[in-house]
């Protein structure tokens, strides 16, 4: 079956910007993550949503990040007024129903600011 | 708060040889353990998922152990090939931590033909 999705593959954006990626998780999964993946680091945890609420938001660095999952499957993550420091691949992943298990990922969206 | 380190942070062998990757976590308090492999500029893919009941998981040509209780980890590689050549994260959830991986840097591996 289809795994997780993310689009775009690559966006570059100018500093101050507005941004939206989108992930789409495997289908029937329930919980939907988000993290950040800086050049030579492991990924770190952003935000995480079981059905259509974020169960656990305390990665987002501050304010200009927002994610949204309205209908309990597709979720967006929103940067306001990008900064350079934003630049980073953001990587999505989903799971089966609650508990914990094991998490598939996605080919993760590479953001540039210029 | 839960580290995860991984060591070493790259390692170069020649190919067919067998392999050992660590990973150790400072909060033994875990629900499970992952490895992945990342392919440069790819997503993660997960290789083998040990539960914090178990010891040890095997995959083909890869057996991952876990001691809780020391907090550790290791990956064992058998008869390692070119395609191997990758980087290899390892993750855990931490009871205190809300369902969320927590990622070690990861291990940079190169298999030479």
């Known amino acids: 079956g289809a795994g997780v999705s993310q689009t775009p593959s690559n966006k570059v954006t100018e500093k101050g910007k507005y941004v939206e990626l989108r992930c789409d998780p495997i289908s029937g999964h329930t919980a939907l993550y988000w993290y950040r993946q800086s050049l030579g680091q492991g990924p770190e945890f952003l935000i995480y949503f079981q059905g259509t609420g974020a169960a656990d938001d305390s990665g987002l660095p501050n304010d200009r990040f927002f994610a949204v999952r309205p209908e309990g499957s597709v979720s967006t993550l929103k940067i306001q007024r990008t900064e350079r420091g934003d630049s980073a691949v953001y990587l999505c992943?989903?799971?089966?129903?609650?508990?914990?298990?094991?998490?598939?990922f996605g080919p993760g969206t590479r953001l540039t600011v210029l | 708060k839960q580290e995860v380190t991984q060591i070493p942070a790259a390692l170069s062998v020649p190919e067919g040889e067998n392999l050992v990757l660590n990973c150790s976590f400072t909060?033994?308090?875990?629900?499970?353990l992952q490895w992945f492999r990342q392919d440069p500029g790819k997503g993660l893919t997960s290789l083998l998922l040990?539960?914090?009941?178990?010891r040890e998981q095997t995959s083909g040509r890869l057996n991952a152990s876990l001691d809780k209780s020391s907090g550790r980890s290791t990956l064992y590689i058998a008869a390692s090939q070119p395609g191997d050549s990758a980087t290899y994260l390892c993750?855990?959830?931490?009871?205190?931590?809300?369902?969320?991986?927590?990622f070690g840097q990861g291990t940079r591996l190169t298999i030479n033909p």
């Open positions: 040990i539960q914090s009941s178990q």
């Open positions: 993750a855990v959830i931490s009871v205190q931590g809300a369902q969320k991986l927590v």
């Open positions: 992943a989903s799971s089966p129903a609650s508990g914990y298990n094991e998490q598939f």
């Open positions: 909060d033994s308090a875990i629900y499970n």
